[in-house]
């Protein structure tokens, strides 16, 4: 297969990729914020404390994370079935990627939300602020810095996880690695992929990076 | 008695704990009087901060009523507190401000959960930043700030909302003592200007004379002494008072606490001020100084019995001819010098 066979199938799957890491950035980091504050909240002696609901999430969350997620993927095929009406390409393929970032997400977020000073929630509890209202405005704008490269950390993990989405079928450059390069011993093909790859990665480090350094302005 | 703005009766506060239950108030009553300022001292663990904490109902009381500006609170919701809330301020012995927030922002944020119009807020956050001297540093954020700005940008944002009601735990334990006295000055100002009663919780005697007009001593969650500073100066009745004086012998009284002695003198504990007669047990006090020759003298002293005989030291304003003040100073140092020559020490203000 020449290249310029290849080009078009080449750019359509960085546009797959790129497509499904901002899909899933972007649900599984909003699902991912809200189940990492409830976690944080419910803690015992929390801005709303509620150790059945903090122990059952924690539960689930301790459930699905450590599941590999091709294994994952396979296992929540009859749900993408129902839900996305297919499991092959890429919409089936961002569903479970946004489940699996929600849950990667949500400790996260929890992990950074835990290290803000009780004392400044106290602070704020004194003024006469609600807790969901703390929750938001104090302690997770307390945390924006490290929540900041937290998205970074899972932002590299969905860019990963989708190349695994594709080689099963997903779509994006894991797909169009697997396919064109691998299973036609075409090297040169895996090394554009993974070159690509390494490239979408360090722009989404250095963006997380910078973002992060002005959220912590140093 | 005058105008108690908080009440607490029977106040207990029982926390569990894995090791067992730590009774940190333990039948506790007391009154705090409007346009005070009311100082609790004690030891760490004592109970302070949980006291303080539940007058804004951070804390709830295991039994007992906690009234506040006339309301029973004790069983308050967390809901119900807020407007309360946004009516006592509070400032916290590590500042606790939001670093995310700009000093601006930091005074804002009150303001904001109070729904206050762009317009109310900023000509708002502009005042107090001048009333606490801090106008240049509007935009810089807390962690550029020395201690001392820091605590005045707190305090800033606890009165942002014009609270009633001042809380200050522990507020200057953070600060070297020339900051600390420069924020105490604040607290003062705040107390004579806004007439915001103020509650301060410290382990320092050095805080309760320079600014307290009550104070009350509190011991393993129980309260052991409470009454004016000057009586509990004079009168202490326990051996944890009498500890806690002792780390102030030595230095001058307030003037909050002495109002028209000038200039300052001190001890803890004194008796009369100012003396119109020469104090009497245990001081070796000359006898020209009885007669109100020249020089005049008027005189604080202060008699306290220990075990290691009378402790305390005086002062005394000494007025006359320069040659005639600096003789009996000299006579006066003579006097002191076989106890404490240290204590002896003269001030001058020339009439
Ligand atoms: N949330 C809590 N859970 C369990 N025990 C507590 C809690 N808060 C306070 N205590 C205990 O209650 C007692 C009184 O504590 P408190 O903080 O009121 O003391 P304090 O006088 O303010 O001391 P310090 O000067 O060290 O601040 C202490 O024994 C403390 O360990
Ligand atoms: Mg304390």
Known sequence: ?218 | MGDPIIQLDHVFKTFQTRSGPVHALDDVSLDFERGDISAVIGQSGAGKSTLVRLINGLEQPTSGTVAVLGTDISRFTERSLRPLRADIGMIFQQFNLFNSRTVYDNIAYPLKLARWSKADERARVTELLSFVGLTERAWTHPDQLSGGQKQRVGIARALATRPTILLADESTSALDPETTSDVLGLLQRINAELGVTVIVITHEMEVVRSIADKVSVLEHGTLIETGPTREIFAHPGSGTTRRFLSTIIGQHPGPRSWPGCAPRIRTPPWSTCPASTPPSSGWPWPSWAASSGSPSGSSTAASSRSAAGPSGNYTVALTGEPDDVADAARRLAAVAGDSNAENSNTEREDA
Do not use: H
């Open chain 1, 1 to 218: 297969m020449d290249w310029e066979t290849l080009k078009p199938v080449y750019l359509d799957a960085i546009w797959q990729t790129l497509f499904m890491s901002a899909v899933t950035l972007v649900v599984g980091g909003i699902l991912g914020l809200v189940l990492g504050i409830i976690l944080f909240a419910t803690r015992g002696g929390g801005l709303l404390a509620n150790r059945p609901l903090n122990l059952v999430l924690n539960v689930i969350v301790n459930i699905v994370r450590p599941i590999p997620f091709i294994i994952f993927m396979t296992a929540i095929g009859p749900l993408t079935l129902k839900v996305v009406g297919t499991t092959i390409g890429v919409a089936a393929a961002t569903f479970p990627l946004c489940i699996a970032a929600t849950f990667a997400m949500s400790r996260i977020v929890e992990q950074n939300l835990v290290t803000v000073d009780p004392g400044v929630i106290e602070a704020a509890r004194a003024m006469g602020a609600g807790p969901w209202r703390i929750l938001f405005d104090v302690v997770a704008r307390e945390a924006l810095g490290p929540l900041v490269l937290g998205y970074t950390y899972v932002l590299i993990a969905i860019v990963d996880m989708t190349a695994i989405a594709g080689a099963i079928g997903g779509g994006g450059l894991g797909q169009f690695a697997i396919q064109y390069g691998y299973q036609r011993f075409n090297w040169t093909v895996t090394l554009i992929a993974v070159v690509t790859i390494i490239i979408i990665v360090q722009a989404a480090q250095f963006a997380g990076n910078a973002l992060a350094r002005k959220a912590m302005r140093r």
